[in-house]
């Protein structure tokens, strides 16, 4: 993963919602709120874009690898069959090309590992990313249930009502401030933004259950 995109996905996953910047006073709130959510889904969509690149590379050095053990072994029995002919000069060409594979193996097996390091490292990303993007819908959700009650109560907003719309307003102002999310990078779709969101619920379901399912057994239930 670049560099750029390690720095973007960390200052993201790291914001804290206790040692932030102050909020922008004149900025719109809610729809500050859903533009940070959307800056999230643009990230995800960028390590998932760069962990399908990372999953072809190691797709293409598999195959390749596969293809050389593969020559070899079709060398190996050339030679015997070059030797029992009494076709030296044959088997010293097939060992030739042999030694040419066995060095290229390991270069092979290397962009493997690497490639796997690097997928893991991705779809760990994804999560976070993934969690923080909830952490946020929650905070926006929060935003809008009071400001719906404010509107709908008598007598103005109650102090706790007020503290909650702070809250939520600070929040999301203070991690664009800090993480240098811009609003004025692209966003995703509509249906984009809606299938990350039901993946996203399938997949933290799914977690729940294989957790419960877990402990469940630890305990012998």
Do not use: C, W
């Not at 002919?85 to 040419?100: C, F, S, T």
């Not at 893991?120 to 809008?144: C, D, I, N, P, T």
């Amino acid at each position: 993963m670049s560099e750029k995109l390690t720095s973007r996905v960390g200052r993201i996953i790291s914001g804290s919602f206790n040692a932030l910047l102050d909020a922008v006073e004149d900025a719109a709130p809610e729809v500050t709120m859903e533009q940070a959510i959307r800056e999230v889904d643009d990230a995800i969509e960028d390590v998932r874009s760069e962990l399908g690149k990372i999953i072809a590379a190691k797709h293409v050095a598999t195959k390749k690898l596969a293809d050389k053990n593969a020559q070899h072994e079709d060398l190996s029995v050339k030679i015997d069959f070059a030797l029992k002919e009494k076709r030296e000069d044959l088997a010293e060409a097939a060992v030739a090309q042999q030694l040419d594979i066995e060095a290229q193996v390991p270069v092979l097996e290397q962009t493997i590992a690497d490639s796997s390091d690097s997928e893991k490292e991705l779809e760990g990303y994804v999560a976070a990313l993934l969690a923080k993007r909830r952490e946020m819908s929650e905070e926006l959700k929060a935003f809008r249930d009071a400001k719906a009650a404010s509107q709908s109560g008598p007598g103005g907003v109650s102090p706790s009502i007020s503290a909650d719309i702070s809250k939520a307003t600070k929040t999301f102002e203070r991690i664009m401030d800090r993480q240098g999310v811009s609003l004025s990078q692209g966003t995703t779709s509509a249906k984009t933004a809606a299938q990350l969101q039901e993946l996203e619920q399938l997949s933290q379901e799914n977690r729940i259950k294989e957790r419960l399912t877990a402990i469940k057994s630890r305990l012998g239930e």
